[in-house]
């Protein structure tokens, strides 16, 4: 009778840190899951690698584990931040080469897209500054991209492709190529 009544309190004493781990590993992974929206200046995926990292430590005890699981949770929000980037930018081209294509020579027109996710807005201006006459039509332009008040301008080269759709050919300082 007396073994009973110790092996009660000690599954009671245990229950407090049992319950304290499982609070600790649900914060981390809501952390770890969270963390990649934190901005593009690359903490988000550092945040959601420590916090994968360390919850796999609470859970295996086992280090290896622990890094593997923390270095896998980096890379995989780093990736999945650039793939973002990369599509903003694309949908950002996209508007800037539409406008361009519908608008005349050396006229200045506005350009604007709405980003689904992450979700913003993107606007500016952007001018033919000359057609590239030869087998492709192509139109050098110079764009405006602004940001928090400020615009950053562009050289680049449009191309209308065999569907009739402009697409970029070539910006400086980058752009996906087609």
């Known amino acids: 009778m007396e073994s009973l009544k ?20 649900i914060a981390l992974v809501c952390l770890s899951t969270t963390a990649g929206c934190a901005g593009g200046d ?6 959601a690698g420590f916090a994968a990292g360390s919850a ?3 859970l295996t005890a086992n280090p290896f ?33 539409t406008s361009a294509g519908a608008a005349d020579e ?12 992450p979700p913003g807005h993107a606007h500016g201006q952007v001018q033919t500054t ?7 039509a192509c139109r050098e332009v110079l764009y405006s991209v602004k940001s928090s008040g400020e615009a950053s301008f562009f050289v680049g080269v449009i191309c209308r492709h065999s569907d009739g759709e402009w697409r970029w050919a070539v910006s400086e300082p980058t752009a996906q190529r087609w």
């Open 65 to 97: 584990i622990a890094v593997a699981t923390g270095m896998a949770t980096r890379f995989g929000a780093s990736e999945a931040g650039a793939y973002l980037d990369r599509r903003r930018q694309a949908e950002i081209h996209k508007a800037i080469a």
């Open 6 to 25: 110790c092996a009660g309190r000690q599954g009671a004493r245990e229950q407090p840190r049992a319950r304290w781990t499982r609070a600790v590993i």
């Open 56 to 58: 796999a430590g609470l």
């Open 42 to 47: 690359g903490a988000g995926s550092e945040i």
């Open 130 to 136: 000359r057609s590239l006459n030869g087998q492709i």
């Open 106 to 117: 050396d006229q200045i027109v506005d350009w604007s897209v709405e980003i689904d996710f």
